[in-house]
């Protein structure tokens, strides 16, 4: 099981997550709302909070956490937020702010309470748990997926190794199979997981298009997934 620290380096809004470890023994570890398997095996989800970061007003990270030395492991769900008064406005269109993973791009949605919200989570440790269903992170979808129901509009998430939706949908699959050329198409047919138990209520007002990217709002939330190396840093 993957262990990361993450280390707080604002930059130009840019946020550093620093350093890797692997797990020994398999421990749990509960971080904020979740709660850890009664087996003892896996973390469920991270901390959602109700306020920008500790250490900057326009940005949090739902694993910055000064009592466990900002570590997170396994299929953490991590959460970031912008908050930004100048794309807040729920009822005119905004643009998406840019946000990456390791120069990754990382999607953002815009909640009901005018802050952007995205999700993201590491692939194979995801994979593994969802395999068990301890906890069951949906099923699994190519990246190039468009999840819009906007007519002419496209939300795909090209840049990630896959995505997690909150359950079945045409050409998703489940557990450890290929995500890779697994395109999935239409919306959400029946809600299965439990990776993300807590997230904010999409915009959908009607001035603008769901979560100003057109994102389905039957399709949200959404994990994306990335894969991490234990020698390098994760960059945010």
Known sequence: ???????LSIITGILILAGFGLFQEVQAVSTGTGAADPNGDF????????????TNEN?????????????????????VKICDSDIADTTVSKGEPDVTVNGRILRMVQATDGNWYGY?????????????????????????SNLSDVSNNSVTFDDTVGI??????????DGTNTISGN??????????????????MLNTDTNVIPGQIGI????????????????????V
């Open 120 to 144: 993201f989570a590491e692939r194979s440790e995801a994979q593994t748990v969802d395999a068990i269903s301890n906890p069951d992170f949906g099923t699994f979808c190519d990246g190039s």
């Open 183 to 200: 395109i999935c198409s239409g919306t959400v047919l029946s809600l299965i997981s439990n990776a993300l138990l807590t997230f904010p």
């Open 59 to 79: 940005l949090y990270v739902s694993v910055e956490n000064p009592t466990t030395d900002n570590y997170f492991d396994g299929p953490t769900v991590v959460e």
């Open 216 to 235: 389905s709002p039957d399709n949200w939330p959404v994990i994306q997934l990335y894969d991490f190396q234990l020698t390098e840093n994760v960059a």
């Open 164 to 173: 997690a939706v909150n359950g079945h949908m045409d050409g998703s699959v």
């Open 1 to 7: 099981m993957l262990q990361q620290k993450i280390t």
């Open 43 to 54: 973390t469920l989800k991270s901390n959602v909070a109700d306020t920008c970061g500790l």
